[in-house]
């Protein structure tokens, strides 16, 4: 029987009905103009019920919820939603009753890994790590086909790991994460503080003066142009990202390396050095199994995972 995913960022909510073999059979993406969760709650209702329609009114058994933040496991409370502004919003509840169905909250990372493991570049596979670099730096851990939850639901948090003690306050609220200084919100805030800072004619002529249409992939063009302060900043965060993910290899052993995202997707150099980085710096023993991959589902990856995991 068909199950509900829902993907939510912080901008749009979609929902989509799949079938037990990961195929989508409907879809709809809202936006979302209110950030409140009465507000958010309704445009997944209405995304939910725009989606049912679309695959032909089938019957649709449970709902799974990829949500980017940090959830408690067990009853599905966004304990901090970043990109929402939202800090223990009991999402899992809200949306059961709104619904009328039973809802699985996971996070947004785990319901990709899950994707992926099923439908995607992990099948086959029953060790599989999944890193996705893109607004943040989110993972996810499956071990023995089983996803790696931890106690209080958070396993996984590479992007808040700590590189820097005391550096760049992330959007967690806590200092020097990870993400702080290779997710793509943040690598952006460091080109526009170079660009503020008149040290950087290349991103200037890229972004052509305005600082708002400053991207990564700018930055990596301006850093590969030999730009020093976007190399200094490119550089650290693939060093940062290469070292991190290769002590995760090392730590977990994964038979699958699957790397996913837009910041891995549109900026090469990047991908570069994090697949050097996993080559050089994690154990000979624990890569010898290893195989890195590129994720397969793009977009619908979290979609997918959290409508089977429902």
């Not at 103009?33 to 649709?60: H, K, L, N």
Request: hydrophobic content about 45%; overall charge negative.
């Amino acid at each position: 029987m068909p199950t509900l995913g829902i993907d939510l960022g912080g901008t749009n909510a979609r929902a989509a009905v799949v079938d037990a073999q990961g195929q989508i059979l409907a879809s709809t993406k809202l936006a979302l103009t209110e950030r409140s969760p009465a507000a958010v709650v309704e445009v997944i209702a209405q995304a939910a019920a725009s989606a049912m329609a679309g695959a032909g009114g089938v019957e649709v058994r449970g709902c799974g919820v990829g949500a980017a933040g940090q959830i408690h496991r067990e009853t599905g409370v966004l304990a901090v939603a970043p990109n929402l502004g939202w800090r223990n919003v009991p999402l899992g509840a809200l949306l059961a009753e709104r619904l009328g169905r039973t809802v699985r909250v996971v996070n947004d990372l785990a319901a990709a890994a899950w994707g992926e493991l099923h439908a995607g570049a992990g099948r086959g596979a029953h060790d599989v790590y999944v890193v996705f670099v893109g607004s943040g730096v989110g993972s996810a851990i499956i071990s023995n086909n089983q996803l790696v939850r931890g106690a209080g639901g958070v396993a996984g948090e590479l992007g808040h790991t700590k590189v820097v003690p005391g550096g760049r306050r992330c959007g967690c609220g806590e200092l020097g994460c990870l993400e702080a200084y290779a997710g793509g919100h943040n690598l952006i805030a460091q080109a526009r503080e170079l660009l503020a800072s008149g040290r950087s004619t290349v991103l200037a002529e890229l972004a052509e003066g305005d600082p708002a249409r400053i991207t990564p992939v700018m930055l990596e063009h301006a850093a590969e142009a030999g730009e020093p302060g976007a190399r200094e900043i490119h550089e650290r965060a693939g060093q940062m990202l290469g070292m991190a993910i290769a002590n995760m290899v090392t730590v977990l052993n994964p038979a699958r390396l699957i790397l996913g995202g837009g910041v891995l997707m549109h900026c090469p150099g990047i991908r570069r050095y994090v697949v050097e980085g996993v080559q050089a710096l994690s154990s000979t023993t624990a890569r010898e199994e290893l195989l890195i991959a590129e994720a397969e589902l793009g977009d619908d990856s979290g979609i997918i995972g959290a409508a089977l995991l429902a």
